[in-house]
C-alpha cells in the first residue's frame, strides 16, 4: 500500500505546507535570528544608542566569572535533578509494576505532580522548607541540622534540586512503568526458571532492555533541568543567595530583565541555543539507530 | 533425570475460577508426557505449576520424590520452552544460552564446553555471535531448546514450543524434539492443542477439558478406545462421526434401520436406551446393499487431499465424513452403502458423554 499522497504540481503541496511554515518561521525562526542579531549588538542603559560589536559580548561573557559560575551550578543541578528523578521514578516504577491492587490508585497519585504548576510548585517547597515557617524546616533543626536556603548557598542550591526533581518524577514514572509493561513476560519467567535472583535479574535482563526508554528519558530530562525549571528556581530563591542558584537560563532572564543588558543576554541564549541543538542531534542521531529489539 | 507425580493438583484462581480441578497422573523417568486438550482446558496451567511460575492452589506436584510446591523455579532442576522462544533480546544466542549456567556459578570452561556441545547437537554452531532477531523463527526454536539443554535438567518443560512455526517447519521440529529427547532420556512434559504432535510425540498421552483429565493413556490406546464422546472427537482428523442410536440388544446398537454389531460395548443396558454411537472415518469399509449392518450414505461432495479422499455427505439426515486411499472407490456424489467392523464401533452414553465400554 502506497502511505504517500503525491500530488501533480507544487502549488497544492506548498499551500498544505504554508500555516505549519508560517508558525515557524514567525515564532522560531524569527525570534532566534533577533537574537542573534542582538547579542552582536551592544546598547546603552536607556536604548538610546546602538553599536555592532561583534563578539565582543560573547568575550565578555566567557571571561566573566558569574557566568562560569552559573555554568557550574547548571552542571551540578541538572546533575541531580537527572540522576534523582530518573532513579527514584525508575524504583516507584518497579513497585507499581509488580503491585497488582490498587495499582490504579497508586499510578493516579504519583501523575499529580506533574500536573502542578512550576510556580506553585515552587511555593509548595518554600512554605515546607522556609526557615522561619516551614514545618520540614523546623523538623530539620530540632534534628539540630542547620538549615537556611536565604542565606546558605548549598542549602539553596539542596532546595531547588529537590523541588525541580519532586516536579519531574511522575513524567519518568510514566515512561518507566510502559516501558517495564513492554517488556514480555516470558523473558522475565524465562529469567526465573534460567535461576537468576530478582536483583540479578533486573540488572542483566530488565535495565538492558529499558534502556531505549532510559535514554530517552534521559535526553528529555536534560532539556527539562536546562529550560523548564526556570519557574521554580525563580520561586523558590530567585537565583540566590547571591548567585548560587543561578543556572544558565535563569542567568539569560536576569541579566537581559534585571540588568538591562540585552547584548549580553542574547548573547547566553544563543549559546544555550546551540547546546540545545547540539542535545537535540544526539537525541535524533539516537532515535536513529535506537536498538530495536 | 526424575519421575513427576501429580497428586490431586488443583488451580483457583482469586475471584474463585477454576482453572485446574485435581488432576493426578505421574510420568516415569524419562518419559514423554504430552498434555493436550482446547485452549482454557487447564493444560498450560497445569505446566505453569509444576513449573513454579503459577502457585499450587492444592495438592502436590513432586520431582524426583521432592515435593516442589514451596521450592523457586530456579531450585526445581527443570528447564522450560516457551511458544514465543522467550529469548532474551539484549544477548548473543551464545549468552542465551550461558545465562543459566553463569546464574548458578558454573565455571567458565565448563559453560564454554556445554554451550558448544548443546550447538553441535542442534546444529546452531554458526549461529552463536548471533542476535536472537537476527534468526529465523526455526533457529530462535533451536537457541530456545539449546537453552533449556545446557543446563542438564531433570525434566524438560515445553509450552506449545511448535506453534508459532510453519507446517513443515513444524513437522520437522516435531521430530527432532522427539529424537533429542529420545537421546538425553530426560522426563518431558509437553503441551499442545494440536493432536498430531500430541499422538506422535507422547509415550503418555494426557487429554484435558475443562481443567480436568479427561483420558490417559498411551497415543494408540486412546485412538483405539476413547474413553467418552470429547475425547474420540478431539483425538482423530477428520474428527469421529457420532450419531445418535439406540440399544438393540447385547453388543448390537441400531442407527434407525440399520444393525451394528459393536464389540466393546457393556452387556447390561437395557434395549431401547439411547446411546451415541461414534463411527471414525477412516474406518469406514464399502458394503452392498442389503448386506447385515449396512448403512446408506449420501455422497455430497468430495474432497483430494492426495494419498486420502474425503466424502462429504449425510447418512440417516445427519453430516457424515468418510476417509478412504486415492483410487479405492470411484464414488460419485450419489448414494454409498458403507459399514463397520464391530471392533471399531464406539458407543457413548448421551448424557455423561462417556464410553459405555466393556
Known amino acids: 500500500m502506497q502511505k504517500n499522497a503525491s500530488f501533480k504540481g507544487l502549488t497544492i503541496p506548498l499551500l498544505l505546507l504554508l500555516p505549519q511554515l508560517a508558525i515557524t518561521v514567525v515564532f522560531f525562526y524569527w525570534p532566534a535570528s533577533q537574537a542573534v542579531w542582538q547579542s552582536f549588538l551592544l546598547q546603552d542603559a536607556f536604548g538610546t544608542s546602538t553599536e555592532f560589536v561583534w563578539f565582543e559580548n560573547y568575550q565578555l561573557l566567557f571571561t566573566d566569572p558569574g557566568y562560569l559560575k552559573a555554568f557550574w551550578n547548571t552542571a551540578i543541578f541538572s546533575t541531580f535533578v537527572c540522576v534523582l528523578s530518573l532513579s527514584i521514578a525508575l524504583l516507584f516504577a518497579v513497585m507499581a509494576d509488580r503491585q497488582i491492587r490498587g495499582a490504579e490508585v497508586y499510578k493516579t497519585l504519583l501523575i499529580w505532580p506533574y500536573a502542578v504548576a512550576p510556580a506553585i510548585a515552587g511555593v509548595l517547597w518554600i512554605f515546607m522548607f522556609d526557615p522561619s515557617l516551614g514545618m520540614l524546616a523546623r523538623g530539620l533543626g530540632r534534628l539540630g541540622i542547620a538549615w537556611n536556603p536565604r542565606l546558605n548557598g548549598n542549602d539553596a542550591m539542596t532546595l531547588v534540586i529537590l523541588a525541580a526533581t519532586w516536579k519531574q518524577i511522575s513524567y519518568n514514572f510514566l515512561f518507566f512503568l510502559a516501558g517495564l509493561q513492554s517488556i514480555p513476560k516470558s523473558v522475565i519467567e524465562a529469567a526465573v526458571i534460567d535461576g537468576a535472583r530478582p536483583w540479578r535479574r533486573f540488572w542483566t535482563i530488565v535495565f538492558p532492555l529499558l534502556s531505549p526508554t532510559t535514554f530517552f528519558l534521559l535526553v528529555v530530562n536534560i532539556v527539562y533541568v536546562f529550560f523548564d525549571t526556570f519557574g521554580i528556581i525563580d520561586t523558590v530563591t530567585g537565583g540566590g543567595p547571591s548567585g548560587h542558584t543561578e543556572t544558565l537560563v535563569y542567568k539569560v532572564y536576569s541579566d537581559g530583565k534585571g540588568g538591562s543588558n540585552l547584548g549580553g543576554s542574547a548573547a547566553q541564549s544563543v549559546v544555550l541555543l546551540i547546546m540545545v541543538i547540539g542535545m537535540t542531534a544526539i537525541q535524533f542521531r539516537f532515535i536513529e539507530r535506537r536498538v530495536n529489539y | ?358
Open chain 2, 1 to 358: 533425570m526424575a519421575q513427576v507425580t501429580l497428586t490431586n493438583v488443583k488451580k483457583v484462581y482469586p475471584g474463585g475460577v477454576e482453572a485446574v480441578k485435581g488432576v493426578s497422573f505421574d510420568i516415569p523417568d524419562g518419559g514423554f508426557c504430552v498434555l493436550v486438550g482446547p485452549s482454557g482446558c487447564g493444560k498450560s496451567t497445569l505446566l505453569r505449576m509444576v513449573a513454579g511460575l503459577e502457585t499450587i492452589s492444592a495438592g502436590e506436584v513432586s520431582i524426583g520424590n521432592r515435593v516442589v510446591n514451596q521450592i523457586e523455579p530456579a531450585d526445581r532442576d527443570i528447564a522450560m520452552v516457551f511458544q514465543n522462544y522467550a529469548l532474551y533480546p539484549h544477548f548473543s544466542v551464545y549468552d542465551n544460552m550461558a545465562y543459566g549456567l553463569r546464574n548458578l556459578g558454573t565455571p567458565k570452561d565448563e559453560i564454554d564446553r556445554r554451550v558448544k556441545e548443546a550447538a553441535r547437537i542442534l546444529a546452531i554452531e554458526p549461529l552463536l555471535e548471533r542476535r536472537p532477531k537476527q534468526l529465523s523463527g526455526g533457529q530462535r526454536q533451536r537457541v530456545a531448546m539449546g537453552r533449556a539443554i545446557v543446563r542438564k535438567p531433570q525434566v524438560f518443560l515445553f509450552d506449545e514450543p511448535l506453534s508459532n512455526l510453519d507446517a513443515k517447519l513444524r513437522v520437522q521440529m516435531r521430530v527432532e524434539i522427539k529424537k533429542l529427547q529420545r537421546a538425553l532420556g530426560v522426563t518431558s512434559i509437553y503441551v499442545t492443542h494440536d493432536q498430531v504432535e500430541a499422538m506422535t510425540l507422547s509415550d503418555k498421552l494426557v487429554v484435558m477439558n475443562g481443567g480436568q483429565v479427561e483420558q490417559i493413556g498411551l497415543p494408540s490406546e486412546v485412538y483405539k478406545k476413547p474413553a467418552s464422546r470429547f475425547v474420540a472427537t478431539f483425538i482423530g482428523s477428520p474428527p469421529m462421526n457420532i450419531l445418535p442410536g439406540t440399544i438393540d440388544g447385547p453388543g448390537i446398537v441400531a442407527l434407525g434401520d440399520a444393525i451394528l454389531e459393536a464389540r466393546d460395548l457393556r452387556a447390561d443396558l437395557a434395549a431401547g436406551a439411547r446411546v451415541e454411537v461414534g463411527l471414525r472415518p477412516e474406518d469406514i469399509e464399502i458394503a452392498s446393499e442389503g448386506e447385515a449392518g449396512s448403512l446408506p450414505f449420501d455422497i455430497e461432495f468430495i474432497e483430494e487431499l492426495g494419498a486420502t479422499q474425503l466424502f462429504h455427505g449425510q447418512l440417516a439426515g445427519l453430516p457424515f465424513i468418510m476417509q478412504a486411499a486415492t483410487d479405492t472407490i470411484s464414488a460419485q456424489p450419489g448414494r454409498l452403502w458403507i459399514s463397520v467392523d464391530p471392533d471399531r464401533v464406539h458407543v457413548f452414553d448421551p448424557a455423561t458423554g462417556q464410553r459405555l465400554g466393556l
